[in-house]
């Protein structure tokens, strides 16, 4: 009985549903690809909505909050005898004002909703609770330092797969071969906090590269000197991260060589006639683009996860030892806007490299039905 009813329901709103999406549809049939960027971008905030949400909720579940940081803070500046005397003079009303008026006193979805508030109507991305400055100044600071080294990193691991994976797919079966495959598998098998610590170690018995990432001068200092200074800096992160992710990228350039160079079509090709470059870079290679654009957001992803160990490892300035230290003071302005920006970073890769392989795939077809 109840199944009739949500049968009789739903062929009484079905002519009503299908009269409001029939423009969507339309739209969809006539822009296919226009229509599948608006829909990721939707579902890119949907997920960056649940994301926040999700953060003020683990934050709060956190034991303590930024007013036990604050005090531990005071402490410590002030020393534990005059800190203790002050903390024992501060009575429970006087620490719930001071949750109050950082509005921690309300249930963590009332704060998530406000803070929505101040970022999408006024633009505010608010202030860090423990040193009181903005937290987009905070952000800007960083975020071009971490964005610097992981685009770097994906341009060099791209075009040094590239160039390998191509080369050793003509040298299949060789010593050169089996060498280069059984090296990038240890390498993409190597646990890249340990290779860090390495690098670190390394970097300090031989005294050949600096133990931090970063000058410690400022580029309007001297623009020629940092340039080569942040080079000579950053070689040991930059090659650790090159190290952990050529590994993977190579072999599957390589496999997907392989595969396309044993397929019919590429036998037709050369009983033509056709030269073997014109083979390999002509159709060979094109067709080993769509794994790797598919996979290029996935990489750029673990490279900013990556990072973050890099960051704290070499003391680099970057924001994932920006939100390392929100997270371990509780800052939870800092840590949300932190977290949501390298989503929303990673987010818009994914999409990019969704947008790109459908432009480079004319038999891909988004929005058929």
Request: glycine share 6%.
């Amino acid at each position: 009985m109840l199944k009739n009813i949500f049968e009789n329901i739903k062929a009484y709103l079905k002519p009503a549903v299908n009269t409001v999406l029939k423009p969507f549809h339309l739209f969809k049939r006539r822009f296919p690809l226009l229509s599948y960027i608006v829909n990721r971008l939707i579902t890119m905030f949907i997920i960056l909505f649940i994301l926040g949400f999700a953060v003020f909720g683990l934050m709060a579940l956190a034991p303590g909050d930024i007013v036990d940081q604050i005090m531990i803070q005071h402490l410590f500046s002030e020393g534990h005898g005059s800190a203790s005397a002050n903390m024992s003079l501060m009575s429970s009303q006087q620490l719930s004002q001071m949750r109050a008026d950082l509005g921690l006193d309300q249930p963590f979805y009332i704060q998530y909703f406000k803070w929505l508030n101040r970022v999408i109507i006024h633009g505010d991305l608010g202030v860090s609770l423990i040193s009181r400055a903005p937290v987009s100044f905070l952000i800007s600071s960083r975020i071009w330092n971490s964005l610097s080294i992981n685009l770097i990193s994906l341009i060099f691991i791209t075009l040094f797969s590239f160039v390998l994976g191509v080369y050793f797919s003509t040298k299949a079966g060789t010593r050169a071969d089996y060498a280069v495959t059984f090296f990038a598998l240890v390498f993409h098998a190597f646990p890249g906090l340990l290779l860090l610590l390495l690098f670190q170690l390394f970097a300090f018995t031989s005294g050949l590269f600096p133990v931090t990432g970063y000058p410690s001068f400022p580029f309007s200092h001297s623009p020629v000197n940092f340039i080569f200074s942040y080079a000579h800096h950053i070689f040991l992160p930059l090659f650790a991260a090159f190290l952990n992710g050529i590994g993977s990228t190579l072999r599957m350039i390589r496999a997907t060589m392989l595969d396309q160079l044993g397929q019919p079509y590429i036998t037709s090709l050369r009983s033509r006639g056709i030269a073997e470059w014109r083979i390999y870079f002509n159709h060979a290679f094109r067709n080993t683009l769509n794994p790797y654009i598919t996979s290029s957001a996935n990489m750029l992803a673990s490279l900013f996860t990556g990072s973050l160990i890099m960051e704290i490892i070499f003391a680099y300035p970057g924001i994932g030892r920006l939100m390392y230290e929100a997270i371990i003071q509780q800052d939870i302005n800092l840590v949300l806007v932190n977290i949501m920006i390298v989503s929303f970073l990673v987010l818009v890769g994914m999409a990019l490299a969704d947008i790109i392989l459908a432009l480079v795939d004319p038999r891909i077809r988004y929005g058929k039905e």
